[in-house]
């Protein structure tokens, strides 16, 4: 009796009975055994770590992974370091006139390939991306192996390119009244007024109240402003102001027309003083000036006397405008860039390198 009433309370705390198992099949695992764990999914593995071989250690990390798991804890080997490419990759890494491909390190990269008349491989890296320049009788298997070579050095052009690209963006003028742009070193403040004409040049400039002055700057040469105007100490407090002859809801394009005829007005204005001033310390004579808006040099000059300036030296401080119109002006007598050409320069400018290099380091906004 008693034993059959304790099979009944057995009973009623066990499973409920399984239909009988088909000939041949597994076991069902005992009521008492311990619950599996589920198993653990690894994090994501990136194409270019699964691509690195294992090494002994982490094998032996993988063996005894099972061990790690059954106490509860799992010994994840370290995350390895990203590249330069993997963190940060170039927004332009296919030009858009990309004819081959190449996989430098972890990134894909489209170029442009050209061949000429040339006796070596060229790489240049702009806003549009890599663009690669071989000889004729070269063989393509030759260049990739001379990209390979250079992968490195591409790469981290495209990402020199792309911070450039980046900044420029950043640093991008809105055409409104209150816009704000670089003249002679110190930034001017737009300031919309549709009062006044300015006597028909369409803007003018006026100095800080504490230099008790009002200038309107005209494409009289008399009237250009003296720079040491606009970088004296006592100015340093208050913004210069350009009043622009425009209503308040002129568009953006407008706003920038008369402000770019502006600048280009005074940059030939002070290029041809300039110019009068350092011709004769270099015993040259220059005959013509032209306004230039190239998009990778500041000035050139050719033998016959002429002289081309990009106008927007202008955002520039005068030393550097200087340096530059020295520079044009130092190739009247020296038509290369030999260490006599250098020579000339410092004859007249002794502190050209740090001017040439603030040229360079300096980032013009997109205009």
Known sequence: MSSS???????LFSPEALPPAAPGAPKPPKADAAPRKPALVPPAVTAAESDKKVAPDQQNRAQTAPESIATGLLQVPPAQPRTLADACPPVNATHPRANREALLGTLRVGYEFRRGKRRTIGFSVGPDGLTVSAPKWLKLGDVDQA????????VKKLQEVRAREEHLSAARIVWQDGAVLPFLGRPVRVVLDPRHRFAGVGAALQLPAENAALTALTADP?????????????????????????????????IRDVVQAWLMRQASCMFTERLQHFAPQLGVQWRTLSLSNAGTRWGSA?????????????????????????????????????PLFWETVRAVVPDYV???????????SRW
């Open 147 to 154: 990209l390979q070579g250079k992968a490195g050095w591409i």
């Open 222 to 254: 008399s009237d250009l402003t003296d720079p040491a105007d606009l970088t004296a100490p006592v100015a340093a407090a208050a913004p210069h102001l350009l009043y622009v002859g425009l209503p308040h809801g002129a568009s953006a394009e407008r």
């Open 302 to 338: 050719s033998a016959d006397g002429s002289i081309r300036l990009h106008w927007r030296l202008v955002h520039f401080r005068q030393p550097v405008i200087d340096y530059v119109v020295v520079h044009e002006l130092s190739h009247l007598r020296v038509m290369n860039h030999s």
């Open 354 to 364: 740090g001017l040439r290099g603030e040229l360079k380091g300096e980032t013009l």
């Open 5 to 11: 009433l304790l099979r009944f309370t057995l009973d």
